[in-house]
C-alpha cells in the first residue's frame, strides 16, 4: 500500500508559478517511479510528467516542457512539481500516482496508487 497526498494548489494568475508537493508513505519510496497527471473539467485525466525511482529518467507532456519541472527528494518521500509560466489552459485538478515498478511512466494504467489531487485554477 501507498498513501499520497498531494498540497500547494490554488488560485494564481497568468504567468505566475506554483510548486506542487506530494508526501508519500507506506513503502520504500526510493523504489517507486512517480508522475504526475491533471484532469480539467470534462476532460480525461492526461500525464503531465514523471520521474524514475533515483531521478535519472524524467519525462514531460509536450505541453508542459520548459515551463514544469519534476523533482523528487527520497529522504522526505516527496516528489514535487514546479510550475512556472502558467496558464488557463493549466487549470486542472493535479494528482500525483505511484509506479511500484520503479520506472514512472507517462500510462495512467501504469500506476496502482493516486492521491487525492489538488487544485490549481490559473485565471486570466
Known amino acids: 500500500q501507498v498513501q499520497l497526498a498531494e498540497s500547494g494548489g490554488g488560485l494564481v494568475q497568468a504567468g505566475a508559478s506554483l510548486r506542487l508537493s506530494c508526501a508519500a508513505s507506506?513503502?520504500?519510496?526510493?523504489?517507486?517511479?512517480m508522475g504526475w497527471f491533471r484532469q480539467a473539467p470534462g476532460k480525461e485525466r492526461e500525464f503531465v510528467a514523471t520521474i524514475n525511482y533515483n531521478s535519472l529518467i524524467t519525462t514531460y507532456a509536450d505541453f508542459v516542457k520548459g515551463r514544469f519541472t519534476i523533482s523528487r527528494d527520497n529522504a522526505k518521500n516527496a516528489v514535487y512539481l514546479r510550475m512556472n509560466s502558467l496558464k488557463p489552459e493549466d487549470t486542472a485538478v493535479y494528482y500525483c500516482a505511484a509506479d511500484l515498478r520503479g520506472l514512472g511512466t507517462a500510462l495512467r494504467e501504469d500506476y496502482g496508487y493516486w492521491g487525492q489531487g489538488t487544485q490549481v485554477t490559473v485565471s486570466s
Open positions: 507506506g513503502r520504500t519510496f526510493s523504489r517507486i517511479g
